[in-house]
């Protein structure tokens, strides 16, 4: 079945230690976009790529990193530079090459800190 | 970023009633989505709007596109318990350096009593 698959569901990292939430889509989407959820906060977007090789900020950037070297896969590294890592994590896709589709999301990766 | 103000954030309602909910931004948008996020899992779209004064129905719920463009709306009819969770409203912007980027508001939970 096609879909977005994020490995692991559960994630803890202890302090000073950089981590890596997998995301992978068998959809063909071109977009790929990382989101974090907190309780009453709804989504904000941290890193999308449009296209293969390219990715651009969203709007809580620092402290993570990403890279795009396949189509299907678009993992986020949360750096020991993120102060406040605890939330829930959110790969989404969408076909980028039409403006304006919807986001197909996973079922995402909560990361705790030990 | 864009700024989604959505309502009411939160809802208790008893089984078979009807629930509306709203979602407004700060400026036009031409593409308006819904989604539900139950517990532990992404979100799941529901209905996506493209055009000024369109309703469009999924089911039970019915979601609008504002005539303003500035503006969305969602109702279920006859609500059960599996209509609880989170539901979104995102939006995506009708010109700049952000179009096809999505924008969300802070979710309205959704609780159904027997």
């Known amino acids: 079945d096609g879909g977005i698959t994020q490995s692991p569901k559960y994630l803890f990292r202890k302090e000073g230690q950089n981590v890596t939430l997998s995301c992978e889509q068998n959809?063909?989407?071109?977009?790929m976009y990382w989101y974090r959820q907190d309780p009453g906060q709804g989504l904000r977007l941290i890193y999308y790529?449009?296209?293969?090789?390219?990715?651009q900020k969203g709007d809580i950037a620092e402290g993570y990193s990403v890279s795009r070297e396949k189509k299907e896969s678009f993992p986020l590294t949360v750096t020991s530079a993120q102060k406040n890592p605890t939330a829930f994590y959110l790969c989404?896709?969408?076909?980028?090459?039409?403006?304006?589709?919807?986001?197909?999301f996973g079922d995402g990766t909560r990361l705790s800190i030990l | 970023g864009q700024q989604l103000n959505q309502s009411p954030q939160s809802m208790f309602i008893q089984e078979g009633e009807d629930v509306s909910m709203n979602c407004t931004s700060s400026s036009i948008f031409n593409t308006w989505l819904w989604y539900k996020q139950d517990p532990g899992e992404g979100p799941v779209l529901l209905i996506a709007l493209y055009k000024a004064g369109e309703l469009t129905s999924n089911g039970r719920l019915t979601a609008q596109f504002g005539i303003t463009r500035k503006d969305s709306f969602l109702n279920i009819s006859a609500s059960i318990p599996s209509d609880v969770g989170i539901y979104f409203c995102a939006g995506s912007p009708d010109r700049g350096s952000t179009l096809g980027r999505l924008y969300f508001g802070r979710g309205t939970q959704l609780t159904v009593w027997p």
């Open positions: 790529s449009q296209i293969v090789n390219d990715f």
């Open positions: 959809l063909n989407h071109d977009a």
């Open positions: 989404a896709s969408s076909i980028a090459k039409r403006p304006n589709q919807p986001q197909h």
